[in-house]
């Protein structure tokens, strides 16, 4: 059982920028490809980025394409969520999940708690 923690959330204006981390529980972790995903209040949750297990392959959501910049280190057992330019449209709850680099919620198999992020105007 992988487990996911993700952290640095927070309050920001539009136009700034946050960090999201997603740490993980096991070494293994090095071997699962990572995706982020977000849900806004009373919408569904939805694709943000995924990244390969060696960080070599990458996607992005349109909406977020030129602004958020996914990372890994497989050292650290982490990934990253690098978010410039935020907008107001970009508040939700931001979660990671493994082991997939899919944009479908349903072909992940571990989530993490979320961290809530909220981009005043």
């Known amino acids: 059982q992988v487990q996911l923690v993700e952290s640095g959330g927070g309050l920001v204006q539009a136009g700034g920028s946050l960090r999201l981390s997603c740490a993980a529980s096991?070494?293994?972790?090095?071997?699962?490809?990572i995706g982020w995903f977000r849900q806004a209040p009373g919408k569904e949750r939805e694709f943000v980025a995924a990244i390969g297990w060696t960080g070599s392959i990458i996607r992005y959501a349109e909406s977020v394409k030129g602004r958020f910049i996914i990372s890994r280190n497989n050292a650290r057992n982490t990934v990253y969520l690098q978010m410039n330019s935020l907008k107001p449209e970009d508040t939700a709850v931001y979660y990671c999940?493994?082991?997939?680099?899919?944009?479908?919620?349903?072909?992940?198999?571990?989530w993490g708690q979320g961290t809530q992020v909220t981009v005043s105007s």
């Open positions: 096991e070494r293994t972790f090095s071997n699962y490809a």
């Open positions: 999940a493994a082991p997939s680099f899919s944009a479908d919620e349903a072909s992940y198999r571990y």
